[in-house]
């Protein structure tokens, strides 16, 4: 069974509170409005953070979609999460999911949905909507979006969606939640903080890595607080490889 991440307490996040807001207005909205959303944005905006604590508050079923699954891979996931038992072919598979939604009332949310878009079968979340009318969200990359829209074979399962929500990049109180939540005898000096978030690009996961740093370097060093001075010339995880010392 595909699990959405563990979280302990990320609400404050911004893209924790956007990821709500738009499972809010899908699961909320008038009948007669399309019942499809997507949150997008590039890798390391804590996107599938988001992701897992709105799963956890909707009971939302979710699957997260891996680069080599097929369709019927993808189909039979998704039962997997509900628990169902899987027919044979994939038309039966997707009457099944959609069944299972309009029944439960729960919504879905498929995660990595740019493996879906590659691979070829997005219409068949169109067809799984059609069947349940129950609010489904997609998540994936930053074209996400301009990649579905290009594509005139899938321009009926653009036409399903009420919204597209962008993650933003991380801020400052985004990181000092992170430092609270996983480092919480760790202090940081506002200047360091905010280099880091230049240096990570903004990316919740690279600050994270970043935070881990301080906090070893704190426990070496028995640090009360890493500050500018402290932490000296010892350079940032940018996501790349250092370069050799001559």
Same mark, same amino acid.
């Given at each position: ?9 990320? #609400? ?12 809010? %207005? ?46 019927? #891979?993808?189909? /039979?996931?998704?039962?997997? +999460? ?14 099944? =999911? ?7 009332? %729960? ?17 068949? &979340?169109?067809? =799984? ?6 609010? &489904? ?10 990649? =579905?829209?290009? !594509?005139?074979?899938?321009?009926? *399962?653009?036409?399903?969606? *009420? ?7 991380? !801020? ?26 230049? #240096? ?12 881990? %740093?301080?906090?070893?370097? #704190?426990?070496? +060093?028995?640090?009360? /607080? ?7 010339? %010892? ?12």
């Amino acid at each position: 069974m595909t699990q959405p991440p563990t979280v302990n307490t990320v #609400a404050p996040l911004q893209n924790v509170h956007h990821c709500m807001q738009a499972m809010r %207005r899908v699961m909320e909205r008038r009948d007669h409005l399309p019942g499809l959303i997507g949150f997008y944005g590039p890798s390391g905006f804590g996107k599938s953070t988001a992701a897992a604590y709105v799963a956890n508050r909707y009971q939302a079923y979710y699957v997260e979609v891996k680069s080599n699954w097929p369709e019927g #891979a993808f189909l /039979k996931a998704v039962l997997s +999460e509900m628990g169902i038992k899987p027919e044979r072919r994939n038309y039966d598979m997707v009457d099944q =999911i959609s069944q299972q939604l309009a029944l439960s009332g %729960r919504p879905l949310i498929i995660d990595e949905f740019d493996h879906v878009v590659k691979k070829g079968y997005p219409n068949t &979340i169109k067809d =799984i909507y059609e069947g349940s009318h129950t609010g &489904i969200m997609v998540i994936g990359e930053e074209l996400l979006e301009a990649n =579905i829209a290009r !594509d005139p074979d899938l321009e009926r *399962l653009h036409n399903r969606f *009420l919204e597209w929500v962008a993650a933003e990049p991380a !801020d400052l109180n985004d990181a000092e939640h992170m430092r609270a939540l996983y480092y919480p005898a760790l202090q940081v000096e506002q200047e360091l903080m905010q280099e880091v978030l230049i #240096a990570s690009k903004h990316e919740l996961r690279r600050i994270v890595v970043n935070l881990d %740093r301080f906090n070893n370097l #704190a426990v070496t +060093e028995g640090l009360d /607080k890493v500050t500018r001075a402290a932490w000296g010339n %010892r350079g940032f995880f940018t996501g790349h490889a250092q370069k050799r010392r001559v």
